[in-house]
Nanobody
């Protein structure tokens, strides 16, 4: 079973950027990987995912054009580049292995990492 650890979060001003990393072990290269976020008192929001087979990607509407998901050549690390950050992007960002990479990928997850906090504040 793949295990993942997230890093790279922090405090940033609106309009700023961060790069998050999701490092995996245990055949991570065979899994689709997704990022989701959760803010206090709010439901989980899917952010983006990348497919293991062909590196195709999916983005939810509120991050498309601002965030970019990618994987290193060995597919042991998946990155999430966050640009043009907004106040509403604040939350803990988690990565997770997925059965599929498409709409609603963030539902029904059985395992995810502890997350890395992102705070967007002026």
């Amino acid at each position: 079973q793949v295990q993942v650890v997230e890093s790279g979060g922090g405090l940033v001003q609106p309009g700023g950027s961060l790069r998050l990393s999701c490092v995996g072990s245990g055949f991570m290269d065979q899994w689709n990987i997704g990022w989701f976020r959760q803010a206090p008192g709010k439901e989980r929001d899917g952010v983006a995912c990348i497919a293991s087979s062909d590196n195709s990607t999916y983005y939810t509407d509120f991050v498309r054009g601002r965030f970019t998901i990618s994987a290193d050549t060995a597919k042991t690390t998946v990155y999430l580049q966050l640009n043009s950050l907004r106040l509403e992007d604040t939350g803990v960002y988690h990565c997770a292995p997925l059965g599929f990479c498409s709409d609603s990928f963030w539902y029904g997850l059985t395992y995810w990492g502890n997350g890395t906090p992102v705070t967007v504040s002026s």
